[in-house]
């Protein structure tokens, strides 16, 4: 039997794994580590059923090894096995130090950006843009619902919240992981490769004709997820294959913008 | 020309109607005196137009009558031709204890209570339940999305939020004004009022086999939805007259909860 490797225990904040994990609750430092935080059970183990080799370091609370015990000796295996690089135990109030929530499980980990470039739009036949959505909840749950609902891609147009941001992460439920990430690209650039690889675009706009409930999806397409108070932006719209708008039977004037989107991509859903 | 009516300037919280409007944010209290808070222009606005003989009275901030003059004298109107009570002004520090928000906008109206008696379902074709489902954002979302979609009512199960709560009327964005509410009834009751009336019953349930967008919405009929974790009581399941589950195609293993209602109802929506 192979000798185990190494549990580091940390016990202070002013250490430098601690510093750099606190730092990437920031954009900023994300995009200069390349790195993100995942936060709790379910995430984390999202992450690690389908992101393992992008898992540079996971975090467990002196508590949470107790409470999760039996998940914390599945990630020691990983570990033991070299498929987790490292695992570092801290106190409770270094945990918190480095938390990204208010009350934290105890589980944290820290993995590489892995979101893909534009090219990688060949790949794929169903694809989510969300365009300047500023909340990340609802970026999130716009992540969770294109995962439940069959779409292949997520891409982000500059503007949007980030897809790193702890909140997203945590909104997203682990979806961020089912699918393929394309994030903060130009719009004129996205519009050339949708119509160069032969996607059709649909927009969602309260001025549209078309209901979406009526209309057919074709092949290979596109849904703009646009902006919570402003909508889609001008050039989605005037580029657009088909507009379509949520059908409304009441006197609301509008719906929540994660629920329309959520709407939006079950109308779209692969059948 | 008749002599207009006077509107109050109350500058004290110690005042009796701050008093009471401060204690209309506990439910306590709202049952007690039967009224509950309306915040902001836009729920307001809802309220005068569809709910008029319920407003108590109104109040506006110092700020708030310069900000939204427009809208301050549309509402001296209604009260100088007596179709509004009362209108009471205060200053900023008097509106921030008053209100229900942590950025006020500084318009402000208490109400009537003004749900129904179960046996108000006679006059109803498609109804809501909800049954245990504690976020009050949540209940809001429900209603908005039940009135968007063309509900006649919607019945809260005991243990529900109220729907009186501000949270509640902020998220609904005045949709509770546009439909009818029966509130905390009991399970029991409720199914046999269904029974007596010829409602068909809906519930959703992951474990059903029948995908609800595969099938039809009869006559008449009421849909249940559940608690955010626990999902449907057993009572419901047992009484349904179908059980219906939201197609779930990617690995996501479930749904937010406020998304899963929102995609219920936009799929019993009337047609």
């Not at 959505?133 to 292949?152: E, H, K, S």
């Not at 919570?228 to 989605?236: I, N, T």
């Amino acid at each position: 039997m192979s000798e185990n490797r190494r549990i580091e225990v940390i016990t202070s904040k002013e250490n430098e794994n601690v510093k750099r994990l606190r730092k990437l609750h920031e954009k900023k430092h994300r995009e200069e580590l390349k790195a993100f935080l995942v936060e709790g059970v379910k995430v984390v183990s999202e992450a690690i059923e389908y992101n393992l080799e992008k898992i540079n370091l996971l975090v467990f609370s002196q508590e949470a090894v107790k409470k999760y015990n039996e998940f914390f000796n599945r990630c020691v295996n990983l570990f033991n096995s070299g498929k987790i690089p490292r695992i570092v135990q801290v106190p409770e109030r270094v945990f918190e130090h480095i938390s990204t929530t208010t009350t934290p499980q105890g589980v944290l980990a820290e993995c590489s950006f892995f979101d893909r470039q534009l090219d990688s739009l060949d790949g794929y036949k169903r694809v989510v843009v969300v365009d300047a959505v500023q909340d990340p909840g609802n970026l999130g749950t716009i992540i969770r619902c294109a995962d439940a609902f069959g779409f292949d891609c997520i891409v982000t147009v500059d503007g949007t919240a980030d897809v790193y941001n702890p909140k997203v992460v945590r909104s997203a439920m682990g979806s961020m992981f089912h699918l393929d990430i394309i994030r903060e690209v130009k719009k004129e650039e996205l519009l050339d490769a949708f119509k160069k690889k032969g996607f059709y675009l649909y927009v969602t706009t309260p001025y549209a004709d078309l209901d979406i409930s009526e209309f057919c999806v074709d092949d290979r397409f596109a849904v703009v997820i646009g902006n919570e108070s402003k909508g889609a932006d001008k050039l989605f719209l005037e580029n657009a294959t088909r507009k379509v708008k949520i059908p409304m039977i009441g006197k609301a004037e509008s719906l929540n913008a994660a629920i329309a989107a959520a709407i939006v991509l079950y109308e779209l859903r692969k059948k």
